[in-house]
């Protein structure tokens, strides 16, 4: 090859060699913020963040042993309410006023009937006391202990007893309710007050005031006191003995008999009430006939 051949082969332009062509590059897209800040985070680009709010202050629970303290309180309150003002359980321990009440009856005692005087439109059901009303009320010679009583004699009333027969105002009761379990005479129990009290069952401090009281073979019952006897009118230490009930000393009226059980059991028999067990021994001694029974 001679050089101009040489040299003309070295100079020969570039050709493009036949077929497709390339495909064209895509533009560049910038990537998420996500992606170019680190310090943002995915959540925050996909949803708002939520509204602020305030702190709320946290809840405090009593504790149990408070919760417990607080009802036994409530209990206790309520229980000393109910027999302050309302109604008191006792039990009749003597039979004075057999055979309206027996030994072992157990009475709910209304505190509210006696209360005071009869109130306007009669939004409490206070009533005056009255002829023949059983009334429980503390005992004028011992205020530490409780009496039940049947009421003969109000405010000035004249009381007298002949054989037996009691006449208010000259006017002799019909006494359905009294019994005589005893033939033995004693001239002042049943013909009251046709003597001085001898009695050594007398108290002393009215053997004093007794005299001051009688009027033409009456007593006189004197202002805001009562007289009262018991239905077992030969075995009751009543106002012939110790004198008037004060009306501040009324306590209320027996109003149901709840329980009732009879006395003891014969000693022959203390073994086998053992052996039953308490509720066999209850319930052979239960008067159930007199249980829920009103007083009159």
Same mark, same amino acid.
Do not use: C
């Given at each position: 090859?001679?050089?101009?051949?040489?040299?003309?082969?070295?100079?020969?332009?570039?050709?493009?060699?036949?077929?497709?062509?390339?495909?064209?590059?895509?533009?560049?897209? &910038?990537?998420?913020?996500?992606?170019?800040?680190?310090?943002?985070?995915?959540?925050?680009?996909?949803?708002?963040?939520?509204?602020?709010?305030?702190?709320?202050?946290?809840?405090?629970?009593?504790?149990?042993?408070?919760?417990?303290?607080?009802?036994?309180?409530?209990?206790?309150?309520?229980?000393?309410?109910?027999?302050?003002?309302?109604?008191? &359980?006792?039990?009749?321990?003597?039979?004075?006023?057999?055979?309206?009440?027996?030994?072992?009856?157990?009475?709910?005692?209304?505190?509210?009937?006696?209360?005071?005087?009869?109130?306007?439109? =009669?939004?409490?059901?206070?009533?005056?006391?009255?002829?023949?009303?059983?009334?429980?009320?503390?005992?004028?010679?011992?205020? =530490?202990?409780?009496?039940?009583?049947?009421?003969?004699?109000?405010?000035?009333?004249?009381? +007298?007893?002949?054989?037996?027969?009691?006449?208010?105002n000259g006017?002799?009761?019909?006494? #359905?309710?009294?019994?005589?379990?005893?033939?033995?005479?004693?001239?002042?129990?049943?013909?009251?007050?046709?003597?001085?009290?001898?009695?050594?069952?007398?108290d002393r +401090?009215?053997?004093?005031?007794?005299?001051?009281?009688?009027?033409?073979?009456?007593?006189?019952?004197? #202002?805001?006191?009562?007289?009262?006897?018991?239905?077992?009118?030969?075995?009751?230490?009543?106002?012939?003995?110790?004198?008037?009930?004060?009306?501040?000393?009324?306590?209320?009226?027996?109003?149901?008999?709840?329980?009732?059980?009879?006395?003891?059991?014969?000693?022959?028999?203390?073994? =086998?009430?053992?052996?039953?067990?308490?509720?066999?021994?209850?319930l052979h001694?239960?008067?159930?006939? +007199?249980?829920? +029974?009103?007083?009159?």
């Amino acid at each position: 090859m001679n050089p101009e051949d040489q040299l003309g082969a070295e100079q020969a332009p570039f050709t493009q060699p036949e077929g497709p062509a390339p495909p064209a590059q895509a533009e560049s897209v &910038a990537p998420p913020a996500a992606y170019t800040n680190p310090g943002l985070d995915l959540a925050q680009t996909l949803d708002p963040p939520p509204a602020e709010v305030a702190p709320q202050p946290p809840q405090v629970y009593p504790q149990r042993g408070l919760l417990g303290i607080q009802a036994l309180f409530t209990v206790v309150i309520f229980t000393i309410f109910v027999i302050t003002f309302v109604v008191q &359980a006792f039990q009749i321990p003597t039979g004075s006023m057999e055979n309206t009440l027996l030994v072992g009856d157990f009475l709910l005692v209304d505190k509210l009937h006696f209360a005071g005087n009869a109130a306007p439109g =009669k939004l409490l059901p206070y009533a005056d006391i009255q002829h023949g009303d059983i009334i429980v009320f503390y005992y004028p010679v011992d205020p =530490k202990q409780f009496l039940v009583k049947r009421v003969i004699g109000l405010p000035g009333d004249h009381i +007298r007893l002949r054989n037996r027969t009691v006449y208010v105002n000259g006017v002799a009761q019909h006494e #359905n309710y009294v019994v005589h379990k005893t033939w033995n005479p004693d001239y002042y129990r049943d013909n009251f007050p046709g003597m001085a009290p001898n009695s050594p069952e007398v108290d002393r +401090r009215w053997r004093v005031q007794f005299p001051h009281y009688v009027d033409n073979g009456e007593i006189v019952v004197p #202002n805001d006191d009562y007289f009262v006897l018991g239905d077992n009118r030969d075995q009751s230490l009543d106002s012939r003995y110790w004198g008037f009930v004060p009306r501040a000393n009324i306590i209320g009226r027996p109003l149901v008999i709840y329980l009732s059980v009879r006395g003891s059991a014969p000693a022959s028999s203390s073994d =086998k009430l053992s052996n039953s067990g308490m509720l066999a021994h209850w319930l052979h001694m239960a008067r159930w006939d +007199r249980m829920f +029974r009103l007083v009159r």
